[in-house]
């Protein structure tokens, strides 16, 4: 049972080039989100989706973009990196889109932008 | 603004209990979550309060005053793989969890 898949687990980048985290969930969960987390602050969600062909913005969406083709499938993409991008990204999902189900998170993507 | 509040870190002693406090100032209530973080991993789900009182399981009980905009999450026999940080989560008005900072736990032998 793999639950929620992350790739890469790190990579170092370069500012101003373009970067996709990839996140794959086989728990048929309607609910896709994206997080990042940084040293002292709480986990900041950067966008979501409810269901498969929606989308939406979370907290700080600003430099990120997000696709949800499928059930499965929900990457981020980040167009042009910047340093205060450097973070750990969690990708997430849950049974239920903004109900009281737990959230499952993947391992995390450990982003360096140079 | 919305704010969620918890120790940035705590020590306790192995075989001990420990209580970590977490205040909450939110647009609205739907619940609030604890979460477990050991460094370098994913979150883990630990527990779910929506209504006051109090929700033992195992080792781990959380506690929720809906009235204080309050919560504890208490750990008893502490054993030295608890030495994680715990994260404090509640879903606001909107469905949209807001986080806190999350407690750093030392266990010491």
């Known amino acids: 049972i793999a639950g929620i898949t992350q790739a890469p687990t790190s990579q170092i980048l370069a500012a101003g080039r373009r970067m996709t985290l990839r996140c794959t969930q086989d728990?048929?969960?309607?609910?896709m989100y994206w997080y990042r987390q940084d040293l002292g602050l709480g986990l900041r969600l950067i966008h979501y989706?409810?269901?498969?062909?929606?989308?939406g913005k979370g907290e700080v969406p600003d430099g990120y973009s997000v696709s949800r083709a499928n059930t499965d499938d929900f990457p981020l993409t980040l167009a042009s990196a910047v340093p205060s991008q450097t973070s750990v990204y969690f990708c997430a999902s849950s049974d239920s889109a903004g109900g009281t189900g737990e959230l499952f998170f993947g391992e995390g993507s450990r982003l360096t932008v140079l | 603004g919305q704010n969620i509040d918890q120790p940035t870190e705590m020590t306790a002693t192995e075989g001990a209990i420990v209580q970590i406090n977490c205040t909450y100032q939110?647009?609205?209530?739907?619940?609030l979550f604890w979460y477990q973080q050991h460094a370098g991993e994913a979150p883990t789900f630990l527990s779910y309060n929506v209504l006051d009182g109090l929700e033992e399981k195992g080792r781990f009980s959380s506690f929720l005053s809906r009235s204080k905009g309050y919560s504890y999450l208490l750990l008893k026999e502490l054993q030295m793989k608890d030495s994680a940080s715990y994260l404090c989560a509640v879903m606001d008005s909107n469905y949209q969890l807001i986080w806190g900072a999350g407690t750093k736990l030392i266990i010491k032998p």
């Open positions: 939110t647009s609205g209530f739907n619940g």
């Open positions: 728990m048929r969960h309607n609910a």
């Open positions: 989706s409810n269901t498969a062909g929606t989308t």
